[in-house]
C-alpha cells in the first residue's frame, strides 16, 4: 500500500499524446527500426497505437503483467498473466507502457521478452519517475517529483478506488472535489467528474 496521501495528476489524452510524439521523434531520429510493439496491458495500450501511428508499425501484439492495482494499491508480487503468444525470434521489438514507476513493471516484461530471443528489445514509455530502479530507452518525460499519475484511460479507476478507499463515493459533489484536492493535490474537471461518478455503480462491489 502506498502512503495514505500522496500528489496525484491527471494525464489528458492530448498531453499523452504529445509524450507519444516525442517518443515516436527518439525512436525515428535514431539507428534503430522496430517491427513489432508490445503494449502492456492494460495502461500500455493507448501509448503503443499512438506510436505504431507515428512509426507506421503494422504489428501490435500485448503483455499483461499485474503490479499495480486501481487507485495507487500495489501488489506485493509481479505476474505475468498474460505473456505474448506470437513468435519473436529475431525480431526488432519495442515494449510499450503509459508510465514507469518503480520499475519492476517494465524489468519484468524485459526479461520475458529477452527470454523469446528477439534480435532487438527496447523500452519506451510516456512518464518515467526519476527514482526508477530499471530505465527505459525511450520516454518522453522524466519526472523528478514523485507523484501518482492517472491516464485518462484510467480516470475512472483511479478516482473510482480512491474515493471508495476514503468513503467518499456517496459525498455531494462539492465536497468530493474538494477531498480531491485537499487529500491528492488533485484537481478535477466538473465535466470529467460528472462522467466518471456517472459510472460508479460498476466499481461497487457488494
Not at 45 to 51: C, V
Not at 129 to 138: L, P, Q, R, V
Not at 147 to 157: G, K, M, P, T
Amino acid at each position: 500500500m502506498m502512503e495514505k496521501n500522496f500528489k496525484a495528476q491527471i494525464i489528458t489524452l492530448p498531453e499523452a499524446y504529445e509524450m507519444a510524439y516525442r517518443v515516436s521523434r527518439q525512436i525515428s531520429e535514431s539507428s534503430e527500426n522496430f517491427e513489432i510493439v508490445i503494449g502492456i496491458s492494460r495502461g500500455g495500450f493507448p501509448p503503443a497505437r499512438m506510436i505504431c501511428d507515428f512509426l507506421n508499425i503494422k504489428t501490435l501484439t500485448s503483455l499483461q503483467i499485474r503490479h499495480y492495482t486501481g487507485g495507487g494499491d500495489a501488489k506485493q508480487s509481479i505476474t505475468i498473466t498474460d505473456p505474448v503468444k506470437i513468435d519473436l525470434t529475431g525480431k526488432h521489438v519495442l515494449i510499450v507502457d503509459d508510465v514507469n514507476d518503480s520499475g519492476k513493471t517494465l524489468q519484468a516484461a524485459f526479461e520475458h521478452i529477452s527470454s523469446l530471443n528477439p534480435g532487438l528489445l527496447k523500452t519506451a514509455v510516456l512518464h518515467e519517475k526519476e527514482s526508477t530502479a530499471f530505465s527505459a530507452h525511450y520516454t518522453g518525460s522524466i519526472l523528478s517529483d514523485w507523484r501518482w499519475l492517472i491516464y485518462q484511460w484510467a480516470v475512472a479507476e483511479d478516482l473510482l478506488e480512491f474515493l471508495n478507499n476514503d468513503n467518499m463515493l456517496q459525498a455531494d459533489e462539492a465536497n468530493t472535489i474538494r477531498h480531491l484536492r485537499e487529500k491528492y493535490d488533485l484537481e478535477v474537471d466538473k465535466g470529467l467528474f460528472k462522467k466518471v461518478i456517472s459510472m460508479k455503480k460498476s466499481y461497487i462491489t457488494e
